[in-house]
């Protein structure tokens, strides 16, 4: 169960380091590709903005990574248990205000890896 547990959180983790390059290293470039139903001239107007998402995009994926270094099995839990809260949190913000997709990207497999770590 724990290796389970440790492969979702990271995979949670490498997906928001993945927005976090998205959001503050490729909004301008690649935005406009995977957000068609936007303006293209709405992508430079809002990188600052984006790259601040990024930024906490970033302090989330940090926080799940320093769960792996965590020695104290009670620390740990409560770490992860935290960040994967943040995480379920914003997913279920973006789904209700941004689109109904970021609960199953996002929403969904924080709230699994916090169920799987409540239940082991």
Known sequence: ?????????GL???????ILWFEMF???????KIFRQLPADSFEKSK??????????GFLAA???WTFFIEDPQWQTNVALFFLGCVAVAGI???????KKIFYLQASP?????????IN
């Open 63 to 65: 926080g799940l990574t």
């Open 93 to 99: 913000y973006g789904s209700l205000t941004a689109a």
């Open 12 to 18: 949670i983790a490498l997906a928001h380091f993945y």
């Open 110 to 118: 924080a709230m699994i890896a916090m169920g799987l770590i409540l």
């Open 1 to 9: 169960m724990q290796l389970a547990i440790s492969i979702l959180i």
């Open 26 to 32: 490729a909004w301008t470039t690649r935005g406009p």
């Open 48 to 57: 600052v903005l984006a790259a601040n998402q990024g930024l906490y995009n």
